[in-house]
């Protein structure tokens, strides 16, 4: 266990400290899918203005949500392997300049989207930190198996953003979004925490494969999996995408089906890492078609 009174000193820290702790790879899948739905939203370009301020908004967002998970979390993170060196476990940052920088981060967010962009994104941007932060960091990540579930919902939160910024409200549309994100969130995760079981296990995080095993966790994967592939078609049956989103959208959900069909076949480490590998580009990806059919039918 690291000592709390430790972790309150920084050891001179540099600039790049503090952009780590921002966790920047975790952050820039999110960001794109709130771009993507500002595109989406404004069937092309949604200008300049209202793109820097999202860009700039929504990474200073998630960033504080980030922060703030890795000071309540730095006890565990010293013990497993992948988050060991965490500038919070290094103590390159100290626990209160690390806080400091969360709560500057978490009112300049709201400052930039509401100014830059309207309320309503400004006010979405802060519920999606506050779910992140108080409901799975705090609330659900050590207590629950279906912590990523509930609690992972929080990473469905830009899309939301990115839409309201550009129409000032939110009609089915970026629900859908929503939910999108919120049924591959568990295909996506669950792929990675079968292949780091053994750290979640070691320090006490009741993650699915540690709880209820391989097997039931392939399961889970592939029913996930179905219910992402159904909701990523359902824009096609409103009728509010057309011709390209439905042959891109074919050819990634058949993809994401064929490698979740794999994983749960033979629920080794190699198939676990190519679904997680895949699901990422899946996401980016299927976002981008329904930004470019929009463009081309809008």
Do not use: C
């Not at 779910?131 to 990523?148: A, E, G, H």
């Not at 320090?203 to 999996?225: F, K």
């Not at 509010?240 to 076949?265: D, K, P, T």
């Amino acid at each position: 266990m690291v000592q709390s009174s430790s972790l309150t000193k920084p050891l001179g820290a540099t600039w790049r400290d503090y952009f780590w702790l921002t966790k920047p790879r975790v952050i820039s899948l999110l960001l794109f899918t709130a771009i993507m739905a500002m595109f989406i939203a404004a069937g092309g370009w949604p200008g300049l203005g209202l793109f820097a301020a999202v860009f700039a908004g929504g990474y200073m967002s998630a960033a504080s949500a980030n922060v703030f998970n890795m000071i309540v979390d730095r006890d565990i993170d010293a013990r497993m392997k992948r988050t060991a060196k965490r500038p919070t476990v290094t103590r390159a940052v100290g626990t209160r300049e690390a806080l400091v920088f969360a709560v500057v981060l978490m009112v300049g967010a709201f400052l930039v989207l509401w100014l830059g962009a309207n309320l309503a994104a400004a006010l979405l941007s802060m519920a999606g930190l506050g779910w992140y932060v108080l409901v799975y960091t705090l609330y659900m990540k050590r207590r629950f198996w279906s912590n990523i579930v509930i609690g992972g919902a929080a990473g469905a939160f830009p899309p939301l953003v990115g839409w309201a910024a550009v129409t000032g409200e939110l009609g089915w549309m970026p629900w859908l979004l929503f939910a999108l994100i919120f049924y591959w969130t568990p295909v996506h995760f669950w792929a990675l925490a079968l292949m780091i079981k053994e750290d979640y296990r070691a320090v006490g995080i009741p993650m699915l494969p540690v709880v209820m095993g391989e097997r039931a966790t392939v399961t889970q994967i592939g029913l996930y999996a179905v219910l992402t592939v159904l909701v990523a078609l359902l824009p096609l049956a409103f009728g509010q995408l057309h011709g390209f989103y439905l042959a891109s959208s074919l050819a990634l959900n058949a993809v994401l089906l064929w490698q979740s069909w794999e994983l749960y076949r033979v629920p080794e480490r190699p198939n676990a890492v190519r679904l997680y590998k895949f699901s990422m580009l899946y996401l980016a990806l299927i976002f981008v078609a329904m930004a470019a059919d929009r463009a081309l039918w809008m």
